[in-house]
């Protein structure tokens, strides 16, 4: 018998599939939309070209920009209504950083997804630098009459590699935003990236530590991929740094995973990368046999998320 509480099957991590099922007692999806923004790192306000690893931005995540907000939740909704009828559905604004513009434009974008049939809730990907106080209201305002999460990239805490790869924000910025998030009681998840250039196994498990400390609801696990048309691909043909193995990877989300708080929901364990322009690692193409390989391991080390935290 499975002995972690966060679980109705062999899972030995909290899953966010268990938490949806649990919280909403349905099947929950999140239906990925693009609204149009840009980042502050890439128009110039704090910097230019994006994060390294970005392609066009982030901007292949989310639906169609062309299309209005509406247009494009229904074509993912109509797609998934058929193979689950009865499910219900969050609103992902994906796409760069979507608290990055005024709140009279968010409004536009936010509020009509929130008037769709069976839509619970809402998640935004954003940065810790780009929430204005103004806009921090309305979020708050927002948590009250939905399910609101907010997610915040991070990355990494070591300030060498935030700088290489062009986060152009600090640490300190983004735990006071963890902060005021908090504060209003907003659910954050955080984005985390194993594998960025020259990063050790130690540095990886420190930025789990460091997130393990604070008041956090949810992570997502990343592995870098190298893709085409990239600053990150020009950097790497030049330096050729280590790119984790599959099961460098897995040992090293294992010993992340033993290192968080059990109540910790795991949006994301692997990436996801589009196979027409991935460079590298081409074992991410494979996820669920990542995922897969990742419940052995944890069966084979008879080990739970959070059992190091006690």
């Excluded at 939740?73 to 797609?79: A, I, L, S, T």
């Excluded at 984005?191 to 130690?202: Q, Y």
């Amino acid at each position: 018998m499975n002995k972690f509480k966060y679980s109705d099957d062999n899972k030995r991590y909290h899953t966010l599939d268990y938490f949806y099922k649990h919280k909403f007692n349905s099947k929950v999806f999140k239906v990925s939309l693009n609204g149009g923004f840009t980042c502050p790192n890439i128009d110039g306000t704090v910097g230019t070209g994006g994060c390294i690893y970005c392609h066009k931005g982030s901007s292949d995540f989310g639906g169609n920009k062309e299309k209005d907000i509406v247009t494009q939740f229904n074509e993912v909704k109509n797609m998934l209504l058929k193979k689950w009828p009865k499910a219900k559905y969050i609103g992902y604004f994906q796409a760069n950083t979507n608290t990055y513009a005024p709140v009279e434009e968010l409004k536009k974008l936010y509020e009509p997804i929130l008037k769709l049939d069976n839509v619970v809730g809402l998640n935004i990907a954003t940065r810790a630098d780009s929430i204005t106080d103004e806009c921090l209201n309305y979020l708050e305002d927002l948590n009250k009459r939905t399910y609101l999460t907010i997610e915040l990239g991070l990355q990494t805490i070591k300030e060498e590699t935030s700088i290489l790869i062009n986060r152009c924000h600090t640490l300190d910025c983004f735990k006071d935003m963890v902060n005021k998030l908090r504060e209003r009681n907003i659910n954050v998840v955080v984005h985390i990236i194993n594998g960025l250039p020259n990063e050790t196994k130690e540095d990886m498990l420190n930025t789990i530590k460091y997130l393990n400390n604070l008041d956090i609801q949810g992570i997502k696990i990343h592995m870098l991929s190298i893709v085409k048309d990239t600053a990150l691909e020009k950097y790497y043909k030049k330096n050729k740094f280590h790119i984790l193995t599959k099961d460098e990877y897995i040992d090293i989300v294992v010993d992340q995973l033993e290192l968080l708080r059990p109540e910790i929901v795991i949006n994301r364990i692997t990436g996801d990368p589009n196979k027409e322009i991935l460079i590298e690692p081409n074992w991410l193409l494979k996820k669920f046999v990542v995922m897969n390989d990742i419940n052995k391991e944890m069966v084979k080390r008879d080990t739970y998320q959070g059992i190091k935290t006690y």
